[in-house]
């Protein structure tokens, strides 16, 4: 069955980077792009970039260009999202989740990985 | 950027009865690229609809969607007690993707 299997949680200073692992299994795993959303607490659903485990081709959201990377390692099916500078507005739950084929979205997504930002 | 803005925020109903959830895009998305997910507390989102109206596996006939350019619907008729959940519209037609804010349906 598919699983994306994320991370555990991280606490981090302002100004600090995390970096979050997504291992892919049940499927072929350069077949689909992963995307990621966060989701600060009570808030909705915020779209952030995707990563082609294929190609290693990625894009992002405007608001985190610049201070987002988001990169793949083939041999151990493992995708990784890695924010930089971080502010306490960064405190959220952060997804990985699959984007399917054929017009399909996100159909599979991990469990989710809490970053708390406090000094 | 496409905003997409859902209403109601928070829907108040009862077991066995229907609900109609909104999506307003605020620039034509066509009629294919606009998804909806179910999140319960504690829990990742889940897909429900995609394409605007498809089902996505394991999803019960109960829940159908409608809708095409810039308004869209995700209907549930007769609600069971696992449907109480906030729901988001998505687009991916364009870039950047986005989220509507949600709507809460309770009880």
């Known amino acids: 069955q598919v699983q994306l299997v994320q991370s555990g949680a991280e606490v981090k200073k302002p100004g600090a980077s995390v970096k979050v692992s997504c291992k892919a299994s049940?499927?072929?795993?350069?077949?689909?792009?992963i995307h990621w959303v966060r989701q600060a607490t009570g808030q909705g659903l915020e779209w952030m970039g995707w990563?082609?485990?294929?190609?290693?081709?990625?894009g992002y959201a405007p608001k985190f260009q610049g201070r987002v990377t988001m990169a793949r390692n083939i041999s151990i099916s493992t995708v990784y999202m890695q924010l930089s500078s971080l502010g306490f507005e960064d405190t959220a739950v952060y997804y990985c989740?699959?984007?399917?084929?054929?017009?399909?979205?996100?159909?599979?997504w991990g469990q989710g990985t809490l970053v708390t930002v406090s000094s | 950027e496409i905003v997409l803005t859902q209403s109601p925020a928070t829907l108040s109903v009862s077991p066995g009865e229907g609900a109609n959830l909104s999506c307003r895009a605020s620039q034509t998305i066509g009629s294919t690229y606009l998804a909806w997910y179910q999140q319960k507390p504690g829990q990742a989102p889940r897909l429900i609809l995609y394409g605007a109206s498809a089902r996505a596996t394991g999803i019960p006939a109960r829940f159908s969607g409608s809708g095409s350019g810039t308004d869209f619907t995700l209907s549930i008729r007769s609600l069971q007690s696992e449907d109480f959940a906030t729901y988001y519209c998505?687009?991916?037609?364009?870039?950047?993707?986005?989220f509507g804010q949600g709507t809460k349906l309770e009880i």
């Open positions: 990563v082609s485990p294929n190609s290693g081709n990625a």
């Open positions: 998505q687009q991916y037609y364009s870039w950047p993707r986005t």
């Open positions: 049940g499927y072929t795993f350069t077949n689909y792009e």
């Open positions: 989740a699959r984007k399917g084929v054929r017009g399909v979205p996100l159909d599979y």
